[in-house]
Nanobody, 127 residues
């Protein structure tokens, strides 16, 4: 079973760059048809898809976040990383990394829309 674990700072100052890493175990991030996503849930709101990096290294981002988002990977460490620049308090959320097989879920309703996901990490943007 593929397991994911998010890591990174829990507090980021406004205008800085949020950086989170997802470490994958039990499977390779280069496995064919696997798509590795970052999603978030702001307080009191639903899930929001941020973007993905695919098994071939391709990436795609939510149009509203595209100008501030970068997702990269380190295949030697079996990790992928989210960087979100110029953060504001509106970026405060629980951030999850998640896996789908063969499809990309761009409008997730619940975590079970993914075949595996991390426990989530709270990120607060505040000075």
């Amino acid at each position: 079973q593929v397991q994911l674990q998010e890591s990174g700072p829990g507090l980021v100052k406004p205008s800085q760059t949020l950086s989170l890493t997802c470490t994958v175990s039990g499977g390779s991030i280069t496995t064919a048809k696997y798509y590795w996503s970052w999603i978030r849930q702001p307080p009191g709101k639903g899930l929001e898809w941020i973007g993905y990096i695919g098994f071939a290294g391709d990436s795609y981002y939510h149009p509203s976040l595209k100008s501030r988002t970068s997702i990269s990977r380190d295949t030697s460490k079996n990790q992928f990383t989210l960087q979100l620049s110029s953060v504001t308090p509106e970026d405060t959320a629980v951030y999850y990394c998640a896996l789908t097989n063969g499809v990309v879920v761009v409008s997730p309703q619940r975590l079970t829309d993914f075949i595996s996901w991390g426990q989530g990490t709270q990120v607060t943007v505040s000075s």
